[in-house]
């Protein structure tokens, strides 16, 4: 996978998700796994372990493994490993840009920006959606023409809490339960099997960039989404959920009058994410 940051540097990164994916979901043993780990009684499963006293035990080697800075993170006492992965960051590691006609991201990640179109597909988590299925056939999609879908990756390193890209109003939160579409297991590889994540989403009127939509995908195995908030005011800024254990996707869409920052379209083009922090600028009103 390759990404760059703001400043333009270049990273290639493989890691062991990345490498068991075409396994998974390309051959025949891989399918049959991948049927029993995306099964619910697993699922709760392995929630209940990441819940539990004892997989504080884990939290050490995960936080040696993945590089992460801890001085960057409000000092705790994790009671569990969802605990810990759900901690909060220092205000002043996240500063949320002040020009408030300017996009921002709503969490941390590595995004791709896509214009609004008729064949507009993206892959996302192993599975290549259009607009019409990653909503469920809501109408709402159809507001949009022209505008651009950002999809901004999570990977398990990141801080895993998002946040309100404006302020404005916002619908109640649609959940969308994710789902195993299978073949039988002596199928011949060629036969597409994915898994469709669950997913929940809400529409915001901004007070400064209009209309909007705000999307959390939720990861393979656990991936649990929390918002906090049902419909009512919401304020630019003001964290809007966050995700329990797993690798997961915030995805933003907006109309055709706010434009993707130069760096990130011209990364997308390239098929090169661009590396991005909560709250700083990926885009703008066009003049």
């Not at 504080?56 to 800075?69: E, G, M, V």
């Not at 073949?183 to 060629?190: E, G």
Request: proline share 4%.
């Amino acid at each position: 996978m390759r990404y760059r940051d703001r400043k333009g540097n270049t990273y290639i990164v493989e890691n062991g998700q990345e490498k068991m994916l075409p396994f998974l979901y390309g051959t025949v043993p891989g399918r049959m796994i991948l049927k029993v780990l995306t099964c619910r009684p697993v699922s709760k499963i392995v929630g209940l372990w990441q819940s539990s006293p004892f997989s504080a035990l884990t939290i050490d080697r995960f936080i040696l493994n993945n590089n992460i800075r801890m001085k960057d993170y409000v000092p705790a006492k994790y009671a569990s490993f969802n605990d810990f992965f759900a901690r909060k960051i220092r205000r002043s590691r996240r500063p949320i840009c002040e020009d408030k006609e300017a996009l921002i991201t709503p969490s941390d990640g590595k995004v791709l920006a896509y214009r609004v179109k008729d064949d507009l597909s993206v892959r996302i988590k192993n599975r290549t959606y259009t607009l019409n299925e990653l909503f469920d056939g809501d109408d709402i999609t159809q507001e949009f023409p022209g505008g651009f879908l950002y999809v901004i990756r999570l990977t398990v390193d990141n801080y895993h809490r998002y946040a309100y890209v404006d302020s404005g109003v916002k619908s109640e939160n649609t959940f969308i339960k994710g789902k195993l579409h299978t073949v039988n297991p002596v199928a011949l590889d060629h036969v597409p099997v994915f898994h469709e994540n669950c997913r929940e989403y809400t529409v915001i009127d901004g007070d400064n960039i209009g209309r909007h939509v705000m999307m959390e995908v939720g990861a393979m195995l656990v991936g649990k989404i929390v918002n906090h908030h049902g419909a009512g005011r919401v304020k630019r800024g003001a964290e809007k959920g966050f995700f329990m254990f797993g690798g997961s996707t915030v995805v933003l869409l907006t109309k055709k009058d706010i434009v993707p920052d130069n760096d990130i379209l011209f990364n997308t083009r390239k098929g090169i994410e661009t590396l991005v922090k909560l709250g700083e600028q990926i885009g703008h009103k066009k003049i």
